[in-house]
């Protein structure tokens, strides 16, 4: 069974502190990952994604990745209210379309002013 | 415009009952899914058509029934709804380019089966 996992969370950071996502997947033939956001009621939204290893920076988030633990994360730096949310980490399996995205159940992140 | 549309956005039915929810994207992508949101959060895959062709189809009841009639549609038929079809139901598209196979979600559409 080909997993992405998560902690859970509650992950509760000062506003202004960096947060940081972590994810573990147990395919090694994953080829890119993303992180989504999810507002409670909404749909995922996507923030980023990576396939290289090393980091990716987009504005104040920056996802990192190492194949060689099999660990993706996110930081999000000057955390703000505006980003407590669930943050969905996901892995795809190969490069055609029948490749499955595969997803984490997510980490619930709480910014506190 | 909303890029994936999906309908109904709720939806409360009674045990036994046939539903249908609809799928329209306007994003000109060749793949199109359904996944199910459960009460903790996971997101599972359901099913995946790329140009109106099945490509996954994971293990689920076979209550449930994807239609295709063109690229930029997928709908959903739910047979004989049970209580533990309750759930969010994301459509999603996606059109695979340089190594990267982005999924961009519809706003969902909430199912209680009472």
């Known amino acids: 069974q080909k997993e992405v996992e998560q902690n859970s969370g509650p992950l509760s950071v000062p506003e202004g502190a960096i947060a940081s996502l972590n994810c573990t997947y147990s395919d090694r033939g994953s080829q890119s990952f993303f992180w989504y956001r999810q507002y409670s009621g909404k749909s995922p939204e996507l923030i980023m994604f990576?396939?290289?290893?090393g980091d990716k920076e987009d504005g104040r988030f920056t996802a990192q990745l190492n194949k060689a633990s099999q660990y993706v994360s996110l930081l999000i730096r000057d955390s703000q209210p505006s980003d407590s949310a669930t943050y969905l980490c996901?892995?795809?399996?190969?490069?055609?379309?029948?490749?499955?995205?595969?997803f984490g159940s997510g980490t619930r992140l709480s910014i506190r002013p | 415009d909303t890029a994936v549309s999906q309908t109904p956005k709720y939806l409360v039915t009674q045990m036994g009952n046939d539903k249908s929810i609809k799928c329209e994207q306007n994003l000109g992508h060749d793949t199109m899914y359904w996944y199910k949101q459960d009460s903790k959060k996971f997101l599972k895959i359901m099913f995946s058509?790329?140009?109106?062709?099945?490509?996954i189809n994971e293990t689920v009841p076979n209550r449930f029934s994807p239609k295709s009639p063109d690229k930029a549609h997928l709908n959903l038929h739910i047979n004989s709804l049970e209580l533990g079809d309750s759930a969010v139901y994301f459509c999603?598209?996606?059109?695979?380019?340089?190594?990267?196979?982005?999924?961009?979600f519809g706003e969902g559409s909430w199912l209680t089966v009472v």
């Open positions: 058509y790329n140009n109106k062709e099945l490509i």
């Open positions: 996901a892995a795809l399996g190969g490069y055609s379309s029948a490749s499955k995205i595969i």
């Open positions: 990576i396939y290289s290893n």
């Open positions: 999603a598209s996606s059109q695979y380019k340089d190594r990267v196979d982005t999924i961009y």
